[in-house]
């Protein structure tokens, strides 16, 4: 039974890190929109912890950071404040000095992040090969809808996916459990919120296209179950 998980386990990450762009590219769509929600609150100056909040990776905050934004140019700012930049996304990110130091120290011990000093209060941080699978990793372990807000309309998600590809199936179940779906039957689920862009991306990266059907149904708004169960 062990060997048969950690071949699961292993196939699981060989399909993430093979899709790794898709990834990227949806951290940085949900950076922009954090980005948007802080500069119309006008709180800039509480960016602090914004890494740990972006959707698809709420884990490990500093190999995020470095995932979406490439290298990063870290500097003391204030007494207890370090700013970053990344190469990627220019906008500035800012820390407590005491959390990211601690987090600094852990993931270069782990042989996670190189580090490169530029002089006495300026350094470079880059992701090895071993904190790119990591980050990559807990992006696809922490998938979930960032913002979810009702339509009027109901998702629902169909499946048959073959026998031969029971463990796709049975992450494909799991991942679709974390979103917040709710399951009418053993291959239908059902979500009153829009998720057309993260089902695909999840069907995209576990290669199940031609097994998935999402139908968008108002059918569902007198179901008393089920309006109990999302309210």
Partial sequence: MGKIKKNRENKLKFAVYKNKDLI???????????????ARQKRKEQLIELAKSAGVAAGKGLLTLLLVGGVMTVAAIAPNIFSAIGRSIKSRRCFDKKQFNKEKRYFKRHGLIEIKKID????????????????????????????PQRDGYWRMVMFDIPDKHKWTRDIFRQKLRIMGFYQLQESVFILPYPCEKEVSLLVEILNIVDFIYLIKTKDFSDNKELKEMFD
């Fill in 24 to 38: 990227i590219e949806r951290l940085k769509e949900e950076w922009k929109e954090a980005e948007e929600i802080l």
């Fill in 120 to 147: 006495n209060n300026t350094f470079e941080i880059y992701l090895t090969e071993k904190g790119e699978r990591l980050a990559m990793e807990d992006a696809f372990k922490n998938f979930k809808i960032q913002k």
